[in-house]
């Protein structure tokens, strides 16, 4: 019988001791990997008594967290009482610093929110912060707040705030109130819609930095609507449809109100016209702001029923004291 010569057998144990090695050293690395990817993704969020020793005295509102490539940041809304009728606001960052939350950057000032009559902030603090968006881009973030400073009016003001990692800044961006303001989030995009000529503003983040698109209010509407299109006057007082003033539509489906020129379109999304509806009021309708469509250019039916839209030149205010209100469009929404 013939055995292997000793140097085939220290040979053979090398190999076989190689392949063990290297073997466990893939699995190993592929688990180390994937525990460090895991720690560096984390998102941690601020305690509620963390928040209270950082900021007695106020209340909080909104508190969200976020991760830019292994940074945990947390953006929190306070609100704390002034007076009887105001009460403050404020926005902070926080950020993660070997193992203790610390503010980095804060609105620089308190946004003071003024209340009326009866109506005190106090009472229902929750309503001072309305929403609180986020979203992000790798080592970025935007943030957009939408805050009360109307009181029972019910305005609100628009603020959006960027954090930039990489440069280590935060830059902030202060949005004209228009009223009632409303704040959405679409994909990468937030969107930032106002009254009249406002439109919506679509912001987001490219390459880290801060972008914003406007649309106008001709253009807000889906491409879905059934438009009914309209001019303007040549003397700008009066608005009249440019085809037929009364439609036959079913629930469900939008009507979008249209320039149907260069001249009307301009005059529209300048917030030179206004549009008011007996759609959720029942008739007769009147000029008030309780039957105005205040953002946006169209309606979606909800109910069976004959609708009336009336279009009005902000130039020509006769119309207030008109008790005989002919509507710009009548329509017959069907089942």
Same mark, same amino acid.
């Given at each position: 019988?013939?055995? &292997?010569?000793?140097?085939?057998?220290?040979?053979? /144990?090398?190999?076989?001791?190689?392949?063990?090695?290297?073997?466990?050293?893939?699995?190993?690395?592929?688990?180390?990997?994937?525990?460090?990817?895991?720690?560096? +993704?984390?998102?941690?969020?601020?305690?509620?008594?963390?928040?209270?020793?950082?900021?007695?005295?106020?209340?909080?509102?909104?508190?969200?967290?976020?991760? !830019?490539?292994?940074?945990?940041?947390?953006?929190?809304?306070? $609100?704390?009482? %002034?007076?009887?009728?105001?009460? +403050?606001?404020?926005?902070?960052? !926080?950020?993660?610093?070997?193992?203790? @939350?610390?503010?980095? @950057?804060?609105?620089?000032?308190?946004?003071?929110?003024? /209340?009326?009559?009866?109506?005190?902030?106090?009472?229902?603090?929750?309503?001072?912060?309305?929403?609180?968006?986020?979203?992000?881009?790798?080592?970025?973030?935007?943030?957009?707040?939408?805050?009360?400073?109307?009181?029972?009016?019910?305005?609100?003001?628009?603020?959006?705030?960027?954090?930039?990692?990489?440069?280590?800044?935060?830059?902030?961006?202060?949005?004209?109130?228009?009223?009632?303001?409303?704040?959405?989030?679409?994909?990468?995009?937030?969107?930032?819609?106002?009254?009249?000529?406002?439109?919506?503003?679509?912001?987001?983040?490219?390459?880290?930095?801060?972008?914003?698109?406007?649309?106008?209010?001709?253009?807000?509407?889906?491409?879905?609507?059934?438009?009914?299109?309209?001019?303007?006057?040549?003397?700008?007082?009066?608005?009249?449809?440019?085809? /037929?003033?009364?439609?036959?539509?079913?629930?469900?489906?939008?009507?979008?109100?249209?320039? $149907?020129?260069? %001249?009307?379109?301009?005059?529209?999304?300048?917030?030179?016209?206004?549009?008011?509806?007996?759609?959720?009021?029942?008739?007769?309708?009147?000029?008030?702001?309780?039957? %105005?469509?205040?953002?946006?250019?169209?309606?979606?039916?909800?109910? $069976?029923?004959?609708?009336?839209?009336?279009?009005?030149?902000?130039?020509?205010?006769?119309?207030?004291?008109?008790?005989?209100?002919? &509507?710009?469009?009548?329509?017959?929404? %069907? &089942?």
């Amino acid at each position: 019988m013939k055995y &292997p010569s000793c140097n085939k057998v220290v040979l053979i /144990s090398i190999l076989l001791l190689l392949v063990l090695l290297f073997g466990c050293g893939k699995n190993y690395n592929a688990t180390q990997k994937g525990s460090i990817e895991t720690i560096k +993704n984390e998102v941690k969020i601020i305690s509620d008594e963390r928040i209270n020793e950082l900021y007695p005295g106020w209340i909080l509102l909104r508190k969200e967290a976020i991760n !830019l490539n292994g940074d945990n940041y947390g953006i929190i809304g306070l $609100a704390r009482t %002034k007076n009887q009728f105001t009460a +403050n606001v404020r926005l902070c960052i !926080l950020k993660l610093i070997d193992n203790q @939350w610390l503010e980095v @950057w804060r609105i620089p000032l308190d946004l003071e929110s003024e /209340s009326f009559g009866e109506n005190r902030l106090r009472e229902k603090p929750d309503n001072n912060l309305k929403d609180l968006l986020i979203v992000d881009d790798n080592n970025s973030a935007l943030v957009v707040a939408n805050v009360l400073v109307g009181g029972n009016h019910g305005t609100t003001q628009v603020l959006a705030f960027t954090i930039n990692q990489i440069r280590n800044e935060y830059a902030l961006k202060l949005f004209d109130s228009s009223g009632l303001m409303k704040i959405n989030k679409d994909g990468k995009y937030i969107l930032i819609e106002g009254q009249g000529k406002y439109g919506i503003h679509k912001v987001y983040l490219e390459n880290g930095e801060f972008k914003e698109d406007i649309i106008n209010r001709s253009n807000t509407n889906s491409s879905e609507s059934i438009n009914a299109s309209f001019v303007l006057s040549d003397n700008g007082n009066l608005i009249f449809p440019s085809e /037929s003033s009364n439609m036959t539509m079913q629930v469900g489906q939008t009507i979008a109100f249209i320039p $149907a020129n260069a %001249k009307t379109k301009q005059a529209f999304d300048n917030g030179e016209i206004e549009i008011y509806t007996d759609a959720w009021n029942e008739p007769p309708l009147t000029i008030c702001e309780a039957n %105005k469509i205040s953002s946006g250019n169209s309606y979606t039916f909800d109910k $069976a029923g004959t609708v009336h839209f009336l279009l009005v030149s902000t130039k020509n205010k006769h119309y207030i004291n008109n008790g005989n209100i002919q &509507p710009t469009f009548t329509v017959l929404v %069907k &089942p």
